[in-house]
């Protein structure tokens, strides 16, 4: 092919909000995340769908932004990592990351807190093995996953004193 | 950064709408599901299409639906929606099993039925970005002459890696094709065939619609193990799957069939000639395993050395068997 086909228009909804822009059909929804919509919380890793970096939600279930064409995002709710705070208020999965040292290098953290917020979303008394096996598509390459794994049980724990104490 | 080559994508407004525009298009147009493999082939500049016919639209094409005559599965079911449904749990566990050992969580949620059954084949020497297959003068799957792995192999050697493929000729399954002329089925294990550069019988303007699992007599068990480097993500080296009938204590029907040894699933009649007639004894399981061992011929195309898979064929056989024998 000697042209590329021209910029399309986009309209995405990301963290409750519309969004639009004009990109070319062959993007991916990570790159317009990160290019056009400037949400650069979502990280790029391998682009080959082996890392998991760049995990988002796609209606509530996380998928890989490097191999998800944007234009196909269209119609469904997507979340980022920039969609979990509320306010100056962090999730209680960011919380708990800073807290017991989840984070190292910190390239694989929002890949990791969509994947286990997704999993507290469905799950809210999850086994260590239900953690282990819904992560097990996100790489960390700091050290081990012990650390990631308490994070998200003690996330768990606050979010069940949460929902009794409402 | 690994851009996507430019294509215009054209979203299928219904299932003849998508043939429509394969006969259109023809070369220049390929089909995407869910896209984990296609995309990041197209990232290594493996493909190349001018368009891209989106079939997510196709919600209609994702299902499964029981009857008394088996079980119908849309070919855009999800990989996820597949291993989390209880009939198929049930009825057809090797193919739970399998479903759930394909890559990722986060892969399974994108990757569909379709897709697993239509995976590109795979090898060390062909899945490379451009500059490495460059650096090495390309081989004849994509850009090149000889084959890499065998040099003097008249086809490519590249290995079936779906996981579902086997599990799908175990328990006898149908496909569906939809194409220009019509639609037709063809049997699981006739679908494949072992050149990995022209790997299925579909052709391509065909798109695979539905597959659908014929209803089981009872004493029938099936299982399906697979081996990879990290449990976690990888392909198969090696799969092996097993479907059993058994009636009064003896095995009236058998099927073996061993994944990621050749650029097709490989049934092993010999296996099924040493278990039919027995009470599926250690010994028969023992004879059939050794039967699998002397089928299977890894090439040394994929991780994990040659002697290795070679040695786990036997293995995974015995345990796959194992998981079928009755009072496992």
């Not at chain 2, 399998?98 to 060390?124: E, F, K």
């Amino acid at each position: 092919m000697t042209v590329a086909p021209p910029k399309i228009l986009l309209q995405l909804r990301v963290n409750g909000t519309d969004m639009a822009c004009a990109a070319h059909p062959n993007k991916t929804l990570l790159e317009v995340l990160r290019e056009d919509l400037g949400l650069t919380g979502t990280k790029h890793g391998c682009e080959m769908g082996h890392c998991g970096a760049c995990t988002v939600l796609l209606d509530g279930r996380p998928v890989l932004s490097c191999l998800a064409l944007a234009v196909e995002a269209q119609g469904h709710e997507i979340r980022t990592v920039e969609g979990l705070a509320h306010g100056p208020h962090l999730h209680p999965l960011q919380q708990t990351f800073a807290e017991t040292g989840a984070a190292q290098c910190g390239y694989c953290t929002p890949g990791f807190l969509m994947t286990a917020a997704a999993l507290l979303e469905t799950t809210r008394t999850p086994s260590e093995a239900d953690i282990r096996q819904a992560i097990a598509g996100n790489l960390c390459r700091c050290t081990g996953y012990t650390k990631i794994v308490e994070a998200i049980a003690l996330a768990a724990e606050r979010m069940r004193e949460q929902a009794e104490h409402v | 950064m690994l851009r996507l080559p430019p294509f215009a994508y054209h979203p299928a407004a219904s299932l003849e709408d998508a043939v429509g525009m394969l006969a259109r298009y023809g070369w220049r147009a390929l089909v995407v599901s869910g896209g984990t493999d296609l995309f990041a082939n197209m990232k290594q500049r493996l493909f190349t299409p001018e368009v891209v016919v989106g079939l997510r639209p196709l919600r209609e094409l994702s299902y499964v639906r029981a009857s008394e005559g088996g079980v119908a599965i849309g070919a855009l079911t999800t990989l996820t929606h597949i291993a989390e449904d209880p009939v198929i749990e049930s009825r057809y566990p090797a193919l739970h099993e399998a479903v759930s050992v394909i890559s990722t969580p986060q892969l399974r949620n994108m990757g569909t039925l379709g897709g697993n059954i239509c995976l590109d084949t795979r090898c060390n020497y062909y899945n490379q970005d451009y500059d490495w297959r460059r650096a090495l003068g390309f081989c004849m799957k994509k850009d090149g002459q000889v084959c890499r792995v065998a040099p003097k192999s008249p086809t490519c050697v590249a290995v079936n890696s779906s996981d579902s493929a086997p599990v799908l000729i175990a328990y006898g399954a149908t496909l569906r094709l939809a194409g220009p002329e019509g639609r037709r089925e063809v049997p699981a294990a006739e679908f494949f065939r072992n050149d990995g550069m022209r790997p299925w019988c579909k052709r391509p303007d065909e798109i695979l619609t539905e597959v659908r699992l014929p209803a089981l007599p009872a004493g029938t068990r099936a299982a399906y193990r697979k081996l990879r480097l990290r449990n976690a993500i990888d392909f198969p080296i090696l799969g092996v799957a097993v479907m059993l009938q058994v009636e009064a204590g003896v095995c009236v029907r058998a099927r073996v069939v061993l994944n990621a040894v050749a650029s097709k699933p490989v049934e092993v009649p010999d296996a099924a000639a040493a278990l039919v007639g027995t009470d599926l004894n250690p010994r028969a399981l023992d004879e059939a395993a050794d039967a699998a061992y002397a089928a299977g011929k890894p090439l040394d195309n994929t991780s994990g050395s040659i002697p290795y898979r070679k040695r786990m064929l036997r293995v995974f056989a015995r345990r796959a068997l194992a998981a079928c024998a009755p009072g496992s």
